[in-house]
C-alpha cells in the first residue's frame, strides 16, 4: 500500500525541465513572461524552499551583437551589487556552454508588472497608488545615489513587479541600465518610447530620465492609459514629446494635486527634481512611513 502513495505523489509532482549546476535551483517549463532576447521561467530553490524567476537568455540568438551579449553582462553584475527591497535580487548567474545560454536566479514577485496587475485591479484609491509611488522612488533614489550612479533608462510599468498580497514594489528589468561616472552624463538612445524624456532623444542626458519615465509611470497608474496612445507610431512619438506636447491622457487626471505632482516629473531636466526631493513632496505627507520590518534605512 504504502508504494502506491509513493506512485501518486511522484505523478503529483512538477518536473523540473532544468536544473542548475549546484542542483539548488530547478526550471519548470512554465513561462513567466519574454522579451527581446530574454525568457523568465518559473522556478525553485530548493535550499530554501521558495518560488524564484529563473531568467535564460539563448546566446545564439546573439552571436553576431556582441554589444547585446555585453550589455546582458553588464545587467546581471550590476544586479548582483544591488541590495534594496524596492529593487528585484538577483540570487546566482552562470553560463550554460553546452546550451549556449546565460542564466541567471532573480527574486519573483506573486502578482506579476504592475501594469498587469494594475489593469486586473480597476478600482485603486489614490492612496493605494501614492504608497506604490513612494516606493519607485525609493528604489530609484538607490539607484540614483548608488556610486557608480545607476540609470535605468527603460523605466515603466512593465517592469515594475509588485506583490500584491502585501504592496511591495519593485524595480526590475536593468537591461538597459547605465554606471555612470561623477558628471551624470550618458548618451546612447534607447528605452520605451512613450515613457522616454525629450533630452534622452539628444543623446546628453542625466540620471532624471528616470523621473521623467516615474512620472509617465504615475500617470499610466492613474488613467490606465498609456502614455500617447493616441500616437500610431514612434515618430509621432518623438514629434510630441521633444516639442513638449504632453500626452492626452493628461486630461483624464481630474485631482489637480495628482497632475502637478506629474507635471514636476515631466519638467525640463534641470528643473526636475530628485527621487530623494520627490520622496518629501507634500504630495505624500498623508503616507505613513509604513517600512516592512526588514527595516532599511529609507527616507521617510
Known amino acids: 500500500m504504502p508504494s502506491m502513495g509513493s506512485d501518486m505523489g511522484d505523478r503529483d509532482r512538477e518536473l523540473f525541465v532544468e536544473v542548475d549546476p549546484t542542483g539548488r535551483y530547478g ?18 530553490d530548493q535550499e530554501e524552499g521558495i518560488e524564484v524567476a529563473w531568467n535564460q537568455v ?29 529593487i528585484i535580487a538577483l540570487y546566482s548567474v552562470w553560463r550554460d556552454e553546452e546550451r549556449n545560454t546565460l542564466n541567471f536566479i532573480t527574486e519573483v514577485c506573486t502578482s506579476g508588472n504592475l501594469r498587469e496587475y494594475r489593469k486586473k485591479h480597476r478600482q485603486v484609491s489614490m492612496k493605494a497608488l501614492k504608497k506604490w509611488s513612494r516606493q519607485i522612488l525609493k528604489g530609484l533614489d538607490y539607484l540614483h545615489t548608488n556610486d557608480p550612479c545607476v540609470i535605468h533608462r527603460d523605466l515603466n510599468c512593465s517592469n515594475i513587479f509588485i ?22 552624463s550618458a548618451h546612447s538612445v534607447l528605452g520605451t518610447p512613450e515613457f522616454m524624456a525629450p533630452e534622452l532623444y539628444d543623446e546628453d542626458y542625466t540620471e532624471m530620465i528616470d523621473i521623467y519615465s516615474f512620472g509617465m509611470c504615475l500617470l499610466e497608474m492613474v488613467t490606465l492609459e498609456l502614455p500617447y496612445s493616441e500616437c ?14 504632453r500626452p492626452q491622457a493628461m486630461n483624464k487626471v481630474k485631482d489637480p494635486e495628482v497632475k502637478a505632482f506629474i507635471e514636476k516629473c515631466l519638467a525640463q531636466p534641470r528643473a526636475r527634481p530628485s527621487a530623494a526631493d520627490l520622496l518629501k513632496d507634500p504630495f505624500f505627507d498623508s503616507i505613513l ?10 527616507i521617510s
Open 27 to 44: 526550471r519548470y517549463s512554465e513561462l513567466l513572461g519574454s522579451g527581446a532576447v530574454k525568457k523568465v521561467y518559473r522556478a525553485f
Open 58 to 86: 539563448k546566446l545564439r540568438n546573439l552571436s553576431d551583437d556582441e554589444t547585446m551579449i555585453n550589455r546582458l553582462y553588464s545587467e546581471v553584475r550590476l544586479l548582483g551589487s544591488l541590495k534594496n527591497k524596492n
Open 163 to 184: 506583490n500584491g498580497n502585501i504592496g511591495q514594489v519593485k524595480i526590475g528589468d536593468l537591461g538597459l541600465a547605465a554606471t555612470v561616472g561623477k558628471n551624470h
Open 232 to 245: 500610431d507610431n514612434v515618430v509621432k512619438i518623438y514629434k510630441k514629446v521633444t516639442s513638449g506636447v
Open 289 to 298: 512611513d509604513d517600512d516592512d520590518e526588514n527595516g532599511d534605512n529609507s
